[in-house]
């Protein structure tokens, strides 16, 4: 806020709105120079050019007066969302995986290939509804492959996309516990992840999934599941081991108005035997 010239203000009485406030506390026995206990001054915002008002202060419930660190949470997240997007994208290997080079050579490959060209093709539509895809199945299956594939499409419609593991998001915010390094906090980079178009999460599952990285991982998807951002996770478990890992929130809204892809043939990275001839899409509407 502009502070107004003295020449401007000179005509009009000065009002020391605090000073009422001090003589009020000193007769009350505060101490007036303590302006932290004036609770009427909290809270106290700033201005962001982009994004408006935010709260510096705030009043918690004990009557404390708490204040926040003075940077614009909008801003905040999306340069957390930008530092995550450096490192982020498609893995080498996956580069020049796409819908085109995908081999199909049973029926379950072909139900694959078509719900995760749909997805793609549509995303602008699922992205609307936030309708996640949750794809699970043998390593060598062509998890990644398709992955890559729907980020290449979803990339070049002009969204941002971060593809990471699940042990990356876990690392990413313990590293905010400890002081010194980088400088974002526990909530800016949950915020972070939130943030992207598409966040894709491999290896769900890979992790020992203690508690404490459940949590980490729910108040992720929770976030994206909330603004209706779209959720791609792959992993090697059955589905119900994807459910056991996140636990049953973070599943469920995985699976509102989303789908579930389960890969079940033989790795292509141990040859061609096919043991089985289906993707079933077991849920959801895609
Ligand atoms: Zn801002």
């Not at 106290?44 to 926040?68: F, L």
């Not at 998890?143 to 290449?152: M, T």
């Amino acid at each position: 806020m502009a502070i107004p010239k003295k020449s401007e203000n000179k005509h009009q009485p000065l009002v020391h709105t605090g000073d009422a406030a001090r003589d009020l506390l000193a007769r009350w026995g505060f101490d007036p120079n303590n302006v932290a206990i004036l609770p009427d001054r909290h809270p106290q915002y700033r201005e962001c050019a982009r994004h408006g008002r935010y709260p510096i202060s705030m009043v918690d419930e004990r009557d404390a007066i708490r204040y926040m660190s003075p940077v614009c949470p909008v801003c905040a997240a999306e340069q957390a969302s930008r530092r995550l997007m450096e490192s982020a994208a498609i893995p080498k290997r996956y580069v020049d995986c796409g819908f085109d080079n995908y081999v199909v050579d049973v029926p379950g490959q072909q139900t694959a290939l078509n719900v995760c060209r749909d997805y793609a093709d549509y995303f602008e539509e699922h992205a609307r509804k936030g309708s996640c895809l949750v794809i699970c199945g043998n390593p060598g299956t062509g998890k990644n492959h398709l992955a890559s594939a729907i980020a290449h499409v979803v990339l070049a419609k002009g969204h941002s996309v971060l593809q990471v593991t699940a042990y990356d998001i876990i690392a990413r915010i313990r590293q905010t516990w400890q002081r010194g390094i980088g400088n974002s906090t526990e909530l800016e980079v949950i915020r972070g992840f939130a943030e992207v178009g598409l966040l894709i999460i491999d290896e769900v599952g890979k992790t020992f999934g203690s508690d404490g990285e459940r949590v980490h991982l729910f108040e992720v998807i929770d976030h994206r599941y909330r603004d209706l951002k779209p959720t791609l996770i792959l992993s090697n478990e059955s589905i119900g081991g994807v459910e056991k890992y996140l636990g049953p929130a973070a599943f469920d809204r995985l699976c509102q108005n989303g789908g579930l892809l389960l890969f079940d043939w033989q790795s292509h990275r141990r040859g061609r035997e096919y043991k089985s001839d289906t993707a079933a899409c077991l849920r959801g509407e895609l």
